[in-house]
């Protein structure tokens, strides 16, 4: 294992750094790094350069290019730079490039070179032209700050919900400062400068002098500052060739280190890893490397080319024209395993294991020194984490078999942690592939959550790799596969040079029924790219309609949105459909949609009956529905009309759509109710009282009862009241007024239609028994019983029910006999029902 | 009396659940959203209250809306500026939004939504209180509150676990159940594995079956119905029932120990029930005597509350009883019934149909005169011409002329209409029939033509044997079948179809009458695998009315589970009898 730490280097006692080739690029660059602008995202993001930043002339061929590539080096993208003069490049947080310009304005790509939006810094920028821009990233998403021309700072907290800030003067700034930064604190961003010996702390509010704690003294001016990743770590490099190292918040001082070197260095960058005790700047000079941290000697690397430091959560990436490396700290865990004569338990596995491969003993004496420690679990635990530090799969591998050998003479140990580190280390060389060019290591990835490297995947458009990790980890759909394949259909569908049947056919083959897709997000973005057509098609396989709706709507595809809505059953959603339908075309072609779709139309036509009365009657008529054109005005003729004429001349209306209608029963009576209204005024003109809107036979009761008969008989003749109804009417106004006299005269000016047993019924119903008794002597045969035990007569209700030898009759009357008083008729009853049933008892017997 | 369950009947799912839910996000809205303190009703008048703050409670139409937009353009106009909150329940609408827009107050008011669709008015019976369903959908049209069917039953799955048997019947029954499985599978997982609670799902269209609820009720929670009218499951008794000068009002459920006992007995054997308890209690009362000191502090403290609680019940039903007898017992309401009994089962027509003339000729009652008039008329397939004419004619001069409007309605909803000659009927027959099974015409809701709807009842009867064959007098004290709630006359439809399909376990063998109904494209069955429904949950059946149940439906179906061992469970849009579909379809004068 010798060799194995050949590339490590000790800083001090207790720290050894490393650095191992990523990838050789093979990006063919013609010019120096040194002649562009460059930007490289963390977390093994794209690099972007801008060649020839900062030529002026206008000829195309010395134009600039702004190339974007993999970290492996694979150009993603190139594209002549057409807009302004770039000032400084940046890579937001997610992985959108933004392009700061002299005039403030800042320009957003997609990692494609796709352009996204722009946005400005503000007039103050645009008057005083950008001298230097910092992207920096915070809580809240990635940020911009601008030093302008009048040595003012602007700045932006988060770039995706722009709020510009211009930041306090600082007093006495005549020239540009040596150096400076953008801090994020307490969730607040800070710009730190430097103006020769003095540095300066800007907040909005103010801007206030601050030193540093145990800073040598002699430092006439500050030539670089660098703050690590995670904001908490702050560097300064002097023109004395000594570097300050301590807290971000300059409260307290971690290091110190002179390197005598008073060039100003070219990058300073911190390289420390998570939860380390060790603090490292890496600072890099034309063709030299040095790492300084907490002892008196530093790590120096020779540069045989010009190199481009890029800081990482636990370390830094060098990238040149011919490479690719990694420096970092050593991992404890791997430090432990590899340091040379170590006898921590994990090395002793590894050793263990290698011997018993060899089918030596010895890895049995390993095992056993280890299991006399025990500390077996510790050293499987080791491997396991070690093996995630390891960029090499051969390494990673013997570190996971050692593993895996120890697991096997362990009890209990639980198998999640190391089926993990397989699953994560596989997704991890997967994307540190050459052609995918990730370079994520361990740290980097939990940090970024699959969530968050799936999303980079496909933004890289890798959408197979991007499934096959989904399908390897087992996501659950929805935010897995699914999520993808949206976002292949989205990128799908920009696919101009193909068919929209054919993208429709390819997008729906794929996506099937996947739950959590949306076909109308898809079709959407297909609408938005001018595809009207292909976002129909696509729209067709969405199955929720109430989905289809909107974005048919918004396309003024409106009859198919209309069908749509139809289909889906949510009358709501018709209803939207069809108000917008009604702004967009013209009455004509408006009323001719809705005649196609019934469900539609009476909607509509609820909607109208009770807003919009004169369109529901042009509905009807245009369907020369004179049925319902007849109802309509009916309707007026109660609802909208006071004045008689008007009433009239509505009911006219009615009555000629329903002969129209070939309603001539509706057409007759509505006739009738004119008669009868122009009547009624009549009468209340002569008589006085009330009579419009009263029924017919209300009319006549009240003609009646007011004792106006003549009248009464004139207009049932003229409505041809039947004769029975003109009975039952007299016979109950009579009875109303207790006119007996008049009632008997009635009853006897012809035979009754009605029959006598009503008279007996209402008489009783006034209480008046004698009149009653006079007409139950006239009630037919069939009905004289019940006549009788109205008027209580139950003991000849009795015969006669006897006489009839009626079963039913009998009953009946017997539930009329109450107590004593109808004793004897209850016996007689009794008995007739005795002998009956004794007659009729043989005669079945008999047949 | 008051049959009980079968000792292996299911337990009723415990749906107190949906009135918490229902009672909290209610006060949720009211209280900490909106700060409201004090509820009025809605009424087309303005209104008194001084407060800064008006906040509105109510269905989501157009009527409302507008009466909302004259009570702020009055506020506008007085000056005065006020906070409005429109409170939609169950949901908002589109339609209300335009109009207050149109009414210029889009920007005065702020709106909310309380979906709120079901209200368990009692152990077993669950309502979406929408009478209103009936009118709009069967009349207008109007689908818009299918989408709330399907929401409440995709509510109930998901507390009650899916139901493993659906069955369904009816064009309404059809959408809003496809309505709600569109729904169940976009919010796929969340029913998926739950253990079904209740087994089985019957889906019936109020447009199968209206014979039944045009029928006058005589067990005594219909007859309640019928004659008091009983609103959210609960009732004023007027002076004459509660023999004081004061109404009172009375909940009607499964809590009331007497009610429970009588509400599905046939009205004849409620009055001798009632005065045995009544002797019971005096009973009970009299064990005080002879008791001593002791006994006595027992009894006053553990049984005289709940004897007084019993003895006010029993008072009140009492009561209830007198004063139904009093309208009902008269010679008119058994020439009623016994006219209806000649109606179902089709004999004596002409002596039905002068009853019935006579009935209006008398101005009896315009409700009333309606309902035998659409009784005739659906269980003979249409008035005959002459019949049809001249009964109108009559009804407009006792009525009023207005009530052309509702007999345009009648017409149109499939329940007055008239008989077409043989051969034109017949031909629009089989062109309509055409477009139904055409199923770009299923969609077609006008397909409501009266033309395409016979009612074919006497058939149906035949085929379903409705009309009981009864050898000597119907025992009602000790009911055989379903037709006791009709007096022994008549099994009611709906119920008799659940009965059928709940024993096939789907429509097989039921062609023919599924063809009588005018509902070939209508009737679905839906079972999943059964492995995971326990044999008790599959005796829980829910039966869906959409556009209204009858309480006489409820009984038979209860007296139903009770002789097979099933627990029914009802949901209905709202509890309805034939006064109020027959209101529902009537004009009357604004």
Sequence with gaps: MDCYTANWNPLGDSAFYRKYELYSMDWDLKEELRDCLVAAAPYGGPIALLRNPWRKEKAASVRPVLDIYSASGMPLASLLWKSGPVVSLG???????????????????????????????GNEVLQNRVLDARIFHTEFGSGVAILTGAHRFTLSANVGDLKLRRMPEVPGLQSAPSCWTALCQDRVAHILLAVGPD????????????????????????????????????????????????????????????????????????????????????????????????????????????????????GVRIFSRSTHEFLHEVPAASEEIFKIASMAPGALLLEAQKEYEKESQKADEYLREIQELGQLTQAVQQCIEAAGHEHQPDMQKSLLRAASFGKCFLDRFPPDSFVHMCQDLRVLNAVRDYHIGIPLTYSQYKQLTIQVLLDRLVLRRLYPLAIQICEYLRLPEVQGVSRILAHWACYKVQQKDVSDEDVARAINQKLGDTPGVSYSDIA???????????????????????????????????????????????????FTVLLHLKNELNRGDFFMTLRNQPMALSLYRQFCKHQELETLKDLYNQDDNHQELGSFHIRASYAAEERIEGRVAALQTAADAFYKAKNEFAAKATEDQMRLLRLQRRLEDELGGQFLDLSLHDTVTTLILGGHNKRAEQLARDFRIPDKRLWWLKLTALADLEDWEELEKFSKSKKSPIGYLPFVEICMKQHNKYEAKKYASRVGPEQKVKALLLVGDVAQAADVA??????????????????????ATADKIQRARAQAQKKRKPQPEGA | MAFP?????????????????????????????????KLYKVENKPALSSSEQLCFLVRPRIKNMRYIASLVNADKLAGRTRKYKVIFSPQKFYACEMVLEEEGIYGDVSCDEWAFSLLPLDVDLLSMELPEFFRDYFLEGDQRWINTVAQALHLLSTLYGPFPNCYGIGRCAKMAYELWRNLEEEEDG?????????????????????????????????????????KCGSVDFGPEVTSSDKSLKVLLNAEDKVFNEIRNEHFSNVFGFLSQKARNLQAQYDRRRGMDIKQMKNFVSQELKGLKQEHRLLSLHIGACESIMKKKTKQDFQELIKTEHALLEGFNIRESTSYIEEHIDRQVSPIESLRLMCLLSITENGLIPKDYRSLKTQYLQSYGPEHLLTFSNLRRAGLLTEQAPGDTLTAVESKVSKLVTDKAAGKITDAFSSLAKRSNFRAISKKLNLIPRVDGEYDLKVPRDMAYVFSGA?????????????????????????????????????????????????????????????????????????????????????????????????????
């Design chain 1, 524 to 574: 959407a973005r297909a609408y938005g790219c001018g595809r009207t057509e292909l976002a129909i098609k696509l729209l067709e396989y969405e199955p929720r309609s109430g989905e289809q709706v909107p974005l048919l709507l918004k396309m003024k595809r409106s009859k198919l949105a209309l069908s749509k809505a139809i289909e889906s059953g949510d009358t709501d959603l018709v």
């Design chain 2, 5 to 37: 369950h079968r000792p292996d009947a299911p337990e009723l799912p415990d749906f107190s659940m949906l009135k918490r839910l229902a009672r909290d996000q209610l006060i949720y809205l009211l209280e900490q959203q909106h700060e409201v303190d």
């Design chain 1, 91 to 121: 890579w937001s947080a997610e992985e959108e490039l933004l392009c700061v310009q002299e005039d403030g304005a800042v320009l957003v790509y997609g990692l494609h070179g796709d352009f996204r939006r722009h946005f400005s810094m």
């Design chain 1, 199 to 314: 540095l300066y702390l800007l907040d909005h509010a103010a801007c206030s002098a601050v030193t540093p704690p145990g800073l040598a003294p002699g430092v006439s001016s500050f030539l670089q500052m660098a703050v690590s990743f995670t904001y908490r770590h702050l560097a300064l490099f002097t023109d004395t060739g000594y570097i300050w190292m301590g807290t971000a918040s300059l409260k307290e001082k971690l290091c110190e280190f002179n390197c005598n070197i008073r060039a100003p260095p070219k990058q300073m960058v911190w390289c420390s890893r998570p939860r380390s005790k060790e603090r490292a700047v890496v600072v890099a000079w034309e063709r030299r490397l040095m790492v300084v941290g907490d002892a008196p000697e530093s790590i120096q690397f020779v540069l045989d080319e010009d190199s481009y430091l890029v800081p990482e959560l636990d």
């Design chain 1, 802 to 823: 006897i006489e009839h030898r009626n079963e039913a009759e009998l009953s009946l009357v017997l539930s009329h006999c109450t107590g004593a008083t109808d004793g």
């Design chain 2, 490 to 590: 008549y099994v009611p439809l709906s119920c008799r179809i659940i009965e059928q399909v709940l024993e096939r376990r789907s429509w097989q063998g039921l062609d023919e009458v599924v063809r009588l109904l005018n509902c070939s494209d209508f009737a679905f069955t839906d079972m999943t695998k059964e492995d995971k429904a326990s044999s008790e949950s599959l005796r829980l059946i829910l039966v869906v009315f959409l556009g209204g149940c009858t309480f006489s439906e409820i009984s038979a179906l209860r007296f139903l589970g009770r002789e097979k061992g099933y627990r029914f469970i009802f949901l209905t849009t709202a509890v309805t009898n034939s006064a109020r579909l027959m209101e529902a379809m009537s004009e009357v004068k604004a």
């Design chain 2, 190 to 230: 969340e029913t998926k594995g739950r253990r079904p609670e209740i087994g089985h799902i019957f889906l019936l269209d109020r447009d199968v079956d209206f014979v039944t609820a045009l029928c006058s009720q005589v067990v005594y929670e219909g007859l309640v119905d019928d004659t008091f009218r009983i």
